[in-house]
């Protein structure tokens, strides 16, 4: 077999007994639970808890986990946020298998990855492709946006929502999330590293603190001269894609275009960079900040905002 090959299943390998079937019911009129969609989901730890999309559990009276080994076990909520479309649930059971989390920062755009997942209704179906990009904002179907999104043209269908992007080590390096309709080769997965911090709160605090500025970003590549000239330490910056109306970004001199390099007195070299300063408490408060603009360097300030 080609080495190709036998990387990809030797990738699938590693983390396929981790990745779990999830069926939503939903009480009818009468009262009477009836099943209301599936998605997919991925165990992360020994303890048993397991992620998925928040949009795959949303509004559900009743969640059933089937494992690779046909065991079904009704699994509890612990927490999700809407605004990253991530949910942890829990299982009590015996004889799972646990993904082995990496690490998203080391990614790279024409990287090969695989999803596993149960796209309508097949279990644990496998699909490959490449990252097409990092860092992006994606906009979902309620008009939330979505940070630190990797694009790739790894073939998703409804029912994959909620499983696990792997790279060829067998790691998980997102939670597949979306894609969009009509379209074709682009898929959307949340960055496993954001993934880790909202996971961590949801199972502490059972909710997310996030603050929001309003925009929807793609990392891109500094230019060279330009980090030479203003003796930037960053290798990348955040390209402003959007600026969302009535949003703290509007009320501030942010423009559609600038590049956004650093937030808070920390340089950015990453979305997940941001992530982690809107995430704390403290940042309810006007905020410096630094852009290139047309290869010139600007500072001002953005007062973040709870989003409603």
């Given at each position: 077999?080609?080495?190709?090959?036998?990387m990809?299943?030797?990738?699938?390998?590693?983390?396929?007994?981790?990745?779990v079937?999830i069926?939503?019911?939903?009480?009818?009129?009468?009262?009477?639970?009836?099943?209301?969609?599936?998605?997919s989901?991925?165990i992360?730890?020994?303890?048993?808890?397991?992620?998925?999309?928040?949009?795959?559990?949303?509004?559900?009276?009743?969640?059933?986990?089937?494992?690779l080994?046909?065991?079904?076990?009704?699994a509890i909520?612990?927490?999700?946020?809407?605004d990253?479309?991530?949910?942890?649930?829990?299982?009590?059971?015996?004889?799972?298998?646990v993904?082995?989390?990496?690490?998203?920062?080391?990614?790279?755009?024409?990287?090969?990855v695989?999803?596993i997942?149960?796209?309508?209704?097949?279990?644990h179906t496998?699909?490959?492709?490449?990252?097409?990009a990092?860092?992006?904002?994606l906009?979902?179907?309620?008009g939330?946006?979505v940070?630190?999104?990797?694009?790739?043209?790894?073939?998703?269908?409804?029912?994959?929502?909620?499983?696990?992007?792997?790279?060829?080590?067998?790691?998980?390096?997102?939670?597949?999330?979306?894609?969009?309709?009509?379209?074709?080769g682009?898929?959307f997965?949340i960055?496993?590293?954001?993934?880790k911090?909202?996971?961590?709160?949801?199972?502490?605090?059972?909710?997310v603190?996030?603050?929001y500025?309003?925009i929807?970003?793609q990392e891109i590549e500094?230019?060279?001269?330009i980090r030479?000239?203003?003796?930037?330490?960053?290798?990348?910056?955040?390209?402003?894609?959007k600026?969302?109306?009535?949003?703290?970004?509007?009320?501030?001199?942010?423009?559609?275009?600038d590049?956004?390099?650093?937030?808070?007195?920390?340089?950015?070299?990453?979305?997940?960079?941001?992530?982690?300063?809107?995430?704390?408490?403290e940042?309810l408060r006007?905020?410096?900040?630094?852009?290139?603009?047309?290869?010139?360097?600007?500072?001002?300030?953005?007062?973040?905002?709870?989003r409603?």
């Amino acid at each position: 077999m080609d080495p190709i090959s036998n990387m990809i299943i030797a990738a699938v390998d590693k983390s396929k007994n981790a990745v779990v079937k999830i069926d939503v019911f939903k009480k009818d009129k009468t009262g009477k639970l009836k099943v209301a969609g599936s998605g997919s989901g991925f165990i992360f730890s020994s303890d048993g808890f397991v992620f998925t999309n928040s949009h795959v559990i949303q509004g559900a009276d009743k969640m059933m986990v089937s494992l690779l080994n046909e065991n079904e076990i009704e699994a509890i909520l612990i927490g999700h946020d809407p605004d990253t479309d991530l949910a942890i649930l829990k299982i009590n059971a015996e004889g799972y298998s646990v993904a082995k989390l990496g690490d998203s920062s080391h990614l790279q755009i024409g990287q090969f990855v695989a999803a596993i997942g149960n796209p309508l209704g097949y279990q644990h179906t496998v699909t490959t492709g490449v990252i097409s990009a990092l860092g992006r904002t994606l906009q979902t179907q309620n008009g939330r946006s979505v940070d630190n999104v990797i694009q790739s043209d790894t073939a998703l269908n409804p029912g994959n929502s909620g499983g696990p992007m792997i790279n060829m080590e067998g790691e998980v390096v997102g939670v597949n999330t979306a894609v969009i309709r009509g379209a074709q080769g682009l898929s959307f997965s949340i960055d496993i590293n954001t993934a880790k911090e909202i996971a961590q709160q949801l199972i502490q605090e059972g909710k997310v603190f996030k603050a929001y500025v309003g925009i929807q970003i793609q990392e891109i590549e500094l230019n060279q001269k330009i980090r030479i000239h203003y003796n930037l330490p960053n290798k990348k910056g955040l390209f402003i894609t959007k600026i969302e109306s009535n949003s703290p970004a509007s009320l501030s001199q942010l423009q559609e275009g600038d590049v956004l390099i650093a937030f808070n007195g920390k340089m950015l070299n990453s979305s997940q960079d941001l992530f982690k300063e809107l995430t704390k408490k403290e940042i309810l408060r006007m905020v410096d900040i630094s852009v290139v603009r047309h290869a010139e360097l600007l500072h001002m300030t953005v007062s973040p905002a709870m989003r409603k």
